[in-house]
C-alpha cells in the first residue's frame, strides 16, 4: 500500500480541482481517496505538498520502433539495433508523461512484455503488431523497380507492415497479429502523406476487406484502427465500423456527422507535421515534404474543428518518428493554440482511454483504475505549458513525478 497525502487531484472529466486530500493505492490501482490526513501508518507515505495531480496521458499514435529517418530504411535494420534505439525513446515518452502508448504499427509483444516486467522502463504498450497494407499500399516500401512478391511471412525485419491482397489473406493476416498479441488491428485504407508511390487521395482496400477486418477485431473483442488522410477513405472506413480514423486531414462535416452517429473517434496528428515543417530542411527532407507539411498541419486543424463541430471525440496523438521523437509534447502545444487546456487534457486522457476500450481503468484518479499519475507544479488548466516547455533537464517543466502502476519511475 501507498498514501499520497496533501495533493489535489485535477478531475479532468470536468476540469474541476479537489481540496487537498489522500490517494490510497494497492496492488497498482488506485484504492480509495479520502479527506486529507497525516498518517501514522506503516504504509509508504508521500506528502506531496498540496501539489496537483492529474492522470497519466496517453499518446494513441506512436511508432516506438520507427527510430530511422524514413519507414523504408527502418525496415532494413535489424531489429537488435531497433531496439536498442527504441529504449531511450520508451523512457522518455515516460520522462514526459505519457503513462501509456498505442502503438500504430512495428512494436511487438516482447517489447511489450519488457516494458510491463520492468526490464525496459516506458510506458506501458498497446501494440498492433504489423500494420495491415495491400500491394501498393501506404507500408508497402517496396521501390518501384522492386518486383519481389513475398509471403506474409518474408516481411523485412524492420517493416513496420505486412502485405495482404483480398479477403482470405487480410483475415489470416490478422488472425497472425492477433496470434502474437497484437491489442488491436491497424490497417492503411489511404495514402500517405509523403509516399512516391500511393498518392494521400487514394482510397485503399475494398469494402469487403475493411469490413472483413473489422468482423475479425469484432470476433476478438477489439477494434480497427484506420490510416486515412482523404474524407472517400475516411468514409468508406467508417462505413465498415472502424472504430479509430487516425490523421483524417481531409474531413468533410457530412463524413464527421456519421463518424458522430457510428460511434468512431478521430485522432488527428499534428505534431508529425509540424515536425517536417520546422525541421525537414535541417533533415534534409525532399522540399515536397516539408511544403506538404504545411497544407496538412492547417488541414489537421480544420479537422479538429469540423470533428468537434459534429459531435465526434478527439483523441491525442502525435505520430512522430525517426529524428523527430523528442517532439511529442509538441502535439500539446499545438493544440493549445486553439484547444482550451480542459479539450486537450481530455483529448490526452479520458478520451483516449475510451477510444481504446479501456474506460475506467486508464485517464482517470478514481477508485479501481490504474495507479497512473503526474504529479505536477503548477495546474495545467491555468497554464498548459506545464507539460510541454522544458525544464533544466529537458523535460516538461510542470511535471514533478510520474507515476505508473503505482510506482514512482521518473
Not at 460511434?263 to 527532407?285: I, M, N, R, S
Not at 529524428?323 to 486522457?349: D, K, N, W
Not at 505536477?376 to 488548466?381: G, H, R
Request: charged share 25%; aromatic share 6%.
Amino acid at each position: 500500500m501507498m498514501i499520497l497525502e496533501n495533493c489535489r487531484i485535477l478531475d479532468v472529466s470536468d476540469s474541476s480541482l479537489s481540496d487537498e486530500i489522500s490517494i490510497i493505492i494497492e496492488d497498482g490501482r488506485f484504492s480509495r481517496i479520502e479527506s486529507n490526513r497525516n498518517s501514522n501508518t506503516t504504509s509508504d507515505v508521500v506528502d506531496l505538498g498540496g501539489r496537483v495531480v492529474m492522470p497519466g496521458m496517453i499518446d494513441a499514435h506512436v511508432h516506438v520502433v520507427g527510430v530511422a529517418k524514413t519507414f523504408s530504411e527502418n525496415q532494413n535494420w535489424p531489429m537488435s539495433l531497433i531496439t536498442a534505439k527504441a529504449i531511450p525513446i520508451l523512457e522518455n515518452m515516460l520522462r514526459r508523461g505519457f503513462t501509456t502508448v498505442r502503438d500504430a504499427g512495428g512494436a511487438d509483444w516482447g517489447l511489450a512484455r519488457a516494458v510491463e516486467s520492468g526490464l525496459v522502463t516506458g510506458p506501458r504498450i498497446f501494440f498492433s503488431g504489423k500494420a495491415i497494407t495491400q500491394t501498393g499500399g501506404h507500408a508497402d516500401m517496396r521501390s518501384l523497380t522492386d518486383s519481389f512478391v513475398g509471403c506474409h511471412c518474408c516481411q523485412l525485419p524492420g517493416s513496420l507492415g505486412r502485405i495482404v491482397d483480398g479477403v482470405p489473406e487480410l483475415r489470416r493476416a490478422i488472425r497472425d497479429e492477433f496470434r502474437k498479441g497484437a491489442t488491436q488491428i491497424k490497417l492503411f485504407a489511404s495514402g500517405g502523406a509523403f509516399s512516391s508511390h500511393d498518392p494521400i487521395t487514394n482510397a485503399q482496400f475494398s469494402m469487403e476487406e475493411l469490413t472483413a477486418a473489422v468482423e475479425e477485431a469484432f470476433i476478438a473483442r477489439t477494434y480497427v484502427m484506420a490510416h486515412a488522410f482523404p474524407d472517400i477513405a475516411i468514409d468508406r472506413a467508417v462505413r465498415a465500423g472502424i472504430r479509430s480514423i487516425e490523421h483524417g486531414c481531409y474531413i468533410t462535416p457530412d463524413t464527421a456527422r456519421r463518424m458522430a452517429d457510428k460511434g468512431a473517434f478521430l485522432v488527428p496528428t499534428l505534431a508529425v507535421f509540424d515536425a517536417y515543417k520546422e525541421e525537414g530542411e535541417a533533415q534534409h527532407y525532399p522540399q515536397g515534404t516539408i511544403d506538404r507539411s504545411t497544407e496538412l498541419l492547417d488541414r489537421s486543424r480544420d479537422a479538429i474543428a469540423i470533428g468537434q463541430d459534429a459531435g465526434v471525440p478527439i483523441c491525442f496523438g502525435s505520430d512522430v518518428t525517426g529524428p523527430f521523437h523528442g517532439r511529442q509534447s509538441r502535439e500539446i502545444f499545438l493544440r493549445s493554440e486553439f484547444m482550451s487546456p480542459s479539450e486537450v487534457l481530455r483529448s490526452a486522457t479520458v478520451t483516449n482511454a475510451e477510444m481504446m476500450m479501456l474506460a475506467g481503468d486508464l485517464g482517470v484518479i478514481t477508485p479501481g483504475a490504474i495507479a497512473d499519475l503526474l504529479v505536477l507544479n503548477t495546474n495545467p488548466l491555468d497554464d498548459i505549458s506545464c507539460l510541454y516547455a522544458p525544464g533544466e533537464d529537458g523535460y516538461p517543466r510542470g511535471i514533478d513525478m510520474v507515476m505508473k502502476d503505482g510506482r514512482f519511475i521518473a
